[in-house]
């Protein structure tokens, strides 16, 4: 947790993968800490994976694709947010591995995502490129787990419909991410909000985490990288 808060994860060339449901805080963490990273000094670039997909591909058909990594290349950190929430187009998500690839001892790599790691394929088609790029995303990282409920249903008038939803959610509880080698952490986001962590017993509620995080932050200077 202090390693998120500091930056140390930074200093230290962690990448950092969000794991979890719809609206269970993912893209809300990741916010806070570009926000803090901005705020130190930071450069970073906060994208939707699709829409760098699709600017792949396109950049690519332009004969430009230098341009566009001319201009990823300025940021220190890159928060891919919604990872796998859609299919890529092929050419792209080929161009998305190539690119992370090169970057992988130059930047960090902040990624958040629905899928499990064993689901990846279905979005990047090749099991080989699936496998090298989980190994090379999850090598030095903290593994960030968010099991709990969709708060955006939870707080949604439409309650009835929420209780059919999250009833099947129950029945059908999210799979773990297993397997792993190497200098990966996890940290779970419990349904209460509290960050628990293997072998220490940080407990915090996420709102307070996300308030101290988000203390003073001037908007402006997020905004401005």
Request: hydrophobic share 35%; with cysteine; charged share 20%.
């Amino acid at each position: 947790l202090d390693e998120l808060k500091t930056l140390e994860f930074y200093r230290q060339h962690k990448n950092i993968i969000m794991y979890g449901c719809t609206g269970t805080g993912k893209t809300m963490l990741s916010i806070c800490i570009g926000t803090v990273a901005c705020q130190n000094g930071i450069p970073v670039k906060f994208i939707r994976t699709a829409a760098l997909v699709n600017q792949f591909s396109e950049y690519k058909e332009r004969g430009q694709l230098s341009a566009l990594k001319k201009k990823l290349d300025k940021a220190d950190i890159l928060i891919l947010y919604e990872f796998g929430y859609v299919p890529y187009d092929r050419n792209g998500a080929q161009l998305l591995f190539d690119y992370l690839s090169e970057i992988e001892d130059e930047k960090v790599i902040i990624l958040s995502t629905n899928l499990e790691f064993s689901r990846w394929v279905n979005v990047l088609y090749n099991e080989q490129m699936t496998a090298a790029l989980v190994g090379r995303l999850t090598h030095h990282c903290h593994l960030l787990l968010f099991p709990g409920q969709n708060n955006r249903l939870r707080e949604s008038s439409i309650n009835e419909i929420y209780r059919g939803i999250s009833a099947k959610n129950h029945r059908e509880p999210m799979h773990s991410a297993r397997g792993f080698q190497g200098n990966s952490r996890r940290i779970y986001m419990t349904p209460m909000g509290k960050i628990r962590g293997p072998m220490n017993s940080v407990r915090m509620t996420f709102t307070a985490v996300s308030k101290q995080m988000c203390e003073n932050i001037s908007w402006e200077s997020w905004r401005s990288q």
